[in-house]
């Protein structure tokens, strides 16, 4: 599939940059493909150097639930951009941007922008130690939040594609203070309680698992989730960088009915440019400097540029009727391709929350990360290599989600489905 031009980009991209990439899954190694290399996009479809087109179902990994180069958003862009890029100093448009993700987001009362995902949990951790003077955190096995050190324990999508277990450079005193549990287990969290009494300050868990391809929560593990923080003095944090603005307008917190003490934003909020957030109750909020003692920082953070296309996308989200062409698009192509994997016979198992799916293929089912790992990856390989060859651009990694967008009309469903057909014929 890849051609002539991106091939090249390839080997002079190996020479300066590790493996190519700037983010280890594009390098799309666990399907056996070399990368395309993208030029451009428009709506639901990207184009590679060599002029071959793709209907896009990655959509740079969830921020663009517009689809790409969205008119509205490009122009609030370049209307920002010619009136300067960075001041370093308080800009109109983040109070209007936080005002906007207060009203929202059903447990936010305060929010600090900040520039990735990454920097939102860990920042959030930070508080959280901050704020409970403990010093454990609880994570769930298979969720992703970030490659910050205590938060690559068991850490999902990107590891889990590549095949490692842990990763070097991060001492054992760091990793030490994080607990990893199986997701949807609340037993193992009440014992993890009862073994560190005193000592946890924070759970943080993806409220709709999406790195190690999509796991819903089982009914009550959120709001068990919620009860075993109250009852132990821990704080409750939604890692909510893939599942905000996706499963709901207020995000799973909406959609589930639990709210959390804090929650983290990214990919969508920023429109697709670096912003990211973290947010929740006024008392812990204020905790942050320079209103308390606990620092967090940014030259970047609330970005002019980002700020202007998060506006707009929030904007344009609230418009009636988004959320159930989503959840429509969505189910479509949901169903028709599990329609086409049970008639050809192929293990498989699939779970799908509003614009987010996965199918596993393994007979499951899948509710944590071990049972995940049960799936065939070369049968997933094998199914991502047709696809591509159909141009239809899907996640590299059995471990992620198809992830719908606005763009995702129809036709763009059909074809996928048609492309699907055509792919397991050769099986
Ligand atoms: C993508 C993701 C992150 C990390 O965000 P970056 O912007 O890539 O740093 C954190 N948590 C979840 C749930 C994510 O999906």
Redesign the pocket.
């Known amino acids: 599939m890849t051609d002539r031009r991106s091939l090249e980009l390839w080997a002079r991209a190996q020479e300066v940059i590790p493996g190519g990439v700037n ?1 280890p899954v594009r390098a799309m190694a666990a399907v056996g493909q070399n990368p395309p290399f993208i030029k451009s996009g428009r709506g639901a479809y990207i184009e590679d150097v060599d002029g071959n087109r793709y209907l896009d179902y990655v959509g740079s ?2 921020p663009l639930i517009l689809g790409h180069a969205h008119p509205e958003v490009v122009k609030a862009v370049q209307r920002a951009a010619e009136k300067g890029t960075s001041f370093g100093a308080p800009t109109e448009a983040e109070v209007l941007f936080a005002e906007k993700l207060v009203k929202l987001v059903p447990s936010l009362e305060m929010v600090r922008l900040v520039s ?6 860990m920042s959030a951790l930070r508080l959280a130690r901050g704020y409970t003077g403990r010093d454990l955190i609880v994570k769930f096995d298979g ?5 910050s050190d205590g938060l690559l324990v068991s850490a999902g999508s990107g590891l889990a594609t590549l095949g490692l277990p842990a990763c070097p450079g991060v001492p054992e005193a760091i990793a030490g203070a994080t607990l990893s549990l199986p997701y949807n287990d609340l037993e193992s969290l009440a014992s993890a309680f009862a073994s560190h009494d005193g000592q946890i300050a924070a759970v943080i868990v ?1 409220p709709v698992a ?2 190690m391809g999509v796991v819903e929560p089982k009914p009550g593990f959120l709001a068990g989730l919620r009860q075993l923080c109250d009852q132990h003095g821990a704080l409750l944090i939604f ?5 905000g603005f996706r499963v709901a307008l207020g995000g799973a917190q909406e959609r589930f009915g639990v709210l959390p003490d804090l929650t ?1 934003l ?2 969508i909020v920023g429109g697709g440019l ?1 912003l ?1 957030a973290y947010g929740g109750r006024r008392e812990i909020m204020q905790r942050v400097a320079p209103c308390g003692p606990v620092y967090q920082a940014g030259t970047l953070s609330g970005n002019p540029l980002a700020t202007a296309a998060g506006l707009m996308v929030l904007e344009l989200l609230q418009a009636p009727r988004v959320y159930e062409t989503l959840e429509e698009s969505s189910a479509r192509l949901y169903d028709g391709l599990g329609q086409i994997l049970a008639a050809k016979g192929l293990p498989h198992c699939g779970q799908r929350v509003g614009a987010m799916f996965t199918y596993f293929f393994t007979a499951g089912p899948v509710t944590d990360y071990a049972s995940a790992k049960t799936s065939d990856t070369a049968l997933f390989a094998r199914f991502h290599r047709g696809m591509l060859k159909r141009g239809i651009y899907l996640a590299p990694s059995q471990f992620e989600a198809t992830l719908v967008c606005l763009a995702h009309g129809p036709q763009e469903i059909d074809a996928a489905l048609a492309a699907a057909e055509e792919t397991v014929k050769e099986f």
Request: charge should be negative; proline fraction near 4%.
């Open positions: 983010s990994w969830g990735s995902g990454t920097e939102a949990t969720c992703y939040h970030g490659h993806e999406g790195n890692d909510e960088v893939i599942t983290t990214g990919k670096p990211a």
